[in-house]
């Protein structure tokens, strides 16, 4: 993963100089590099013109949003337990990344060039751009570090596996060190709340004159705004083990997916704070469900574990592997999507100031003078 600073360069490096061919990597070797522009490049100038497409961009901006109910209402399981599983996570960070491309699909459907943008929508996008990239910096720097104790589990399994008494005490050792890691606090991710009250301030709409297309691109990124600044918040929520990061956001009930949102964020608040509200050592379930195991078994060892105990003692050992093998795969896939999404935010972020300067424009002193 970059330092700050090499993050800072590389990233600024690429908004400058678009041509450059800089390689920015959150947290670990990626797969060969994709493109993630597999659609048209949102922002370039198109040859359609005229007033003829207006049915057409309201059946665009119709499509936009019935899709983001869509996307939203999958965010509501059968079983309430699921919520804050990683399994779920890393659907809400793939329903992320698909809101994402979609903007960028309306913005090349409502043939929108850069060169007809407002200068307030754009320092908007940018603005809101570089936020998302320094949370998902701090979502993927807890995630890591979440996943480095997958070695000291380890270790601790090798050593109670073997069966040998006489190593035991290893075992007991590294179970403690992982309780003492998991349980330490990540500066980063206590970056996260003044990032959320930026984007929540952020979700107040520009007003747009003279221009129906801006008027549903507003529109449409507003949804997308909602969505990704309340998801974020559960994140930073489950992350920093504090409810005071999860927003309650309120939406104009006149908007066609504000009452599946609503649900949506009163099902999950009220499953998250009540989770809270237990004392629990964590929301996230499967490193719950590793800890318990861990507890179990460090009273076992403390106790002795003698003949009588042998065969509870091998069930303890077995459901910890479990637990672990499941909590290490789940923290692996949440990872690359974190990735992906930090991956398409950046992409959009450079898409936009290239053709800007193809364009003729000049880059926008905010995003000039903007640490990044």
């Known amino acids: 993963m970059v330092s700050e600073k090499g993050f800072r360069r590389n990233t600024l490096t690429l908004l400058l100089c678009p041509g450059t061919n800089a390689n920015i990597k959150m947290s670990r070797p990626q797969e060969p590099h994709r493109p ?23 059946s665009l901006l119709n499509d ?13 399981p059968n079983d309430k337990g699921d919520i804050l599983s990683l399994s779920w996570m890393k659907l809400a960070m793939e ?32 603005d809101i751009s570089v936020k998302l990239l320094d949370i998902s910096i ?25 069966d040998s008494p006489e190593l035991f005490s290893r075992a007991s050792s590294s179970l403690d060190s992982w309780k003492q890691h998991i349980g330490s606090k990540n500066p980063r991710v206590e970056t996260c709340r003044p990032i959320l009250e930026k984007l929540v301030e952020s979700l107040n709409l520009p007003k747009v004159k003279n221009s129906s297309k801006g008027k549903e691109l507003m529109r449409a990124m ?34 066609p997916w504000a009452q599946v949102f609503s649900d949506v964020q009163n099902t999950v608040n009220v499953e998250i704070r009540n989770r809270f509200s237990c004392g629990k050592f964590t929301v996230l379930r499967e490193l719950d469900a590793v800890d318990a195991c861990v507890k179990e078994l460090s009273t076992l060892l403390q106790d002795g574990v003698g003949t009588s105990e042998r065969e509870s003692f ?22 690359k999507v974190v990735d992906s999404f930090f991956k398409i935010v950046l992409m959009g972020r450079d898409a936009l100031l290239c053709n800007l300067r193809k364009a003729g424009g000049a880059v926008p002193d905010s995003v000039i003078g903007k640490n990044v």
């Open 222 to 255: 507003y949804g997308a705004k909602v969505a990704t600044t309340y998801i974020c918040s559960v994140f930073a929520a489950a992350f920093s083990g504090s409810s005071k990061n999860l927003l309650d956001l309120t939406v104009p009930n006149t908007l």
């Open 314 to 335: 091998k069930n303890s050992v077995s459901d910890l592997r479990k637990t672990e093998e499941k909590l290490s795969q789940g923290l692996d896939n949440l990872l």
């Open 138 to 162: 701090a979502f993927t720097s807890e995630l890591t570090r979440l996943n480095q104790g997958h070695l000291l589990l380890q270790y601790g399994l090798h050593k109670l596996e073997s």
């Open 64 to 76: 936009f949003e019935t899709a983001l109910s869509k996307k939203l209402q999958k965010l509501v």
């Open 95 to 126: 329903s992320l990344s698909e809101i994402h491309c979609d903007i960028k699909n309306l913005i090349t459907e409502l043939d929108l060039p850069v060169t007809e943008w407002d200068e307030k929508w754009m320092d908007l996008y940018l």
């Open 36 to 58: 993630f522009f597999h659609f048209a490049n949102p922002f370039r100038k198109n040859s359609h013109k005229g007033s003829q497409f207006n049915p057409k961009r309201r």
